[in-house]
């Protein structure tokens, strides 16, 4: 009978969990309501407020808003947008725990557009003006990833994979999920390994999109990196949350 040598197991591993990435190229100028970018005004139906923070109930800061129609991989219709708290003072970072998922302080939603022309925008009321307005132009596809140690040390104990020193050896020596904004890839977790829950199935969410500070005047923390996950049987079902050195 055919036998697997633990060389063809790690390759099979490999196979199996790779997955594609993307980095964002972003420009300066201005889009339609419905274009993929940092900052600037988001899509907002007829009518709609600005989204408020659920906290200190002033309007939240856009960050991102991507079109998933535009994305390298289409996915048909829909924005996923993110906004965020930055009112510093009334500590809305803090006592939300804005790092967390589900916080009160962002906000991480798919919305239809029903036309592609946006109601006419009300800037945030509270002096904030939006971040200055990048255009995601094109994508450049990275080499594919594949789990950050510990991640990929979960995956292989879920098995019931016996980690020997081969694979600790090859865990070792696999390159790290790359860091930066990205669609898709592995995130590059800077202490654990924590999805947050599907509200409606329990299952673990994906990495949808990394956030670093490539593109927005935000900072998480110390240099750090936000997580937008999405379930992967709920594409509506979205999360944020990030960690720091
Ligand atoms: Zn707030
Ligand atoms: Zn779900």
């Not at 409606?200 to 900072?219: G, I, K, S, T, W």
Request: hydrophobic share 35%; proline share 10%; with cysteine.
């Amino acid at each position: 009978m055919f036998e697997e040598t633990q060389q063809e197991a790690f390759a099979r591993w490999q196979r199996t969990y790779q997955r594609k990435a993307w980095r964002p190229k972003a420009d300066f100028g201005r889009g339609g309501p419905c274009a993929s970018r940092y900052g600037g005004l988001p899509w907002l139906a007829q009518d709609e407020v600005w989204p408020q923070c659920q906290h200190c109930r002033r309007p939240l800061q856009h960050l991102l808003q991507l079109n998933l129609a535009d994305l390298p991989e289409p996915e048909g219709p829909g924005l996923v947008q993110l906004f965020y708290c930055t009112n510093r003072e009334a500590g809305c970072e803090d006592i939300c725990e804005a790092h967390l998922p589900f916080s009160a302080a962002s906000l991480v939603r798919l919305v239809y557009p029903q036309s592609s022309v946006s109601a006419p925008v009300k800037v945030p009321c509270d002096g904030r003006t939006p971040y200055t307005e990048r255009l995601i132009s094109s994508w450049r596809e990275l080499p594919r990833e594949l789990p950050w140690f510990d991640e990929a040390w979960d995956l292989l104990e879920a098995k019931q994979t016996p980690i020997d020193r081969f694979w600790q050896k090859h865990l070792d020596e696999m390159p790290d999920p790359s860091q930066g904004d990205k669609l898709g890839g592995w995130p590059r977790w800077i202490r654990n390994v924590e999805y947050p829950l599907c509200p409606r199935c329990y299952v673990p969410m994906e990495l949808f999109f990394q956030l670093a500070n490539d593109h927005l005047p935000l900072r998480f923390g110390d240099e750090g990196c936000g997580w937008l996950t999405r379930c992967p049987d709920h594409p509506d079902e979205l999360a944020f949350s990030w960690e720091s050195y």
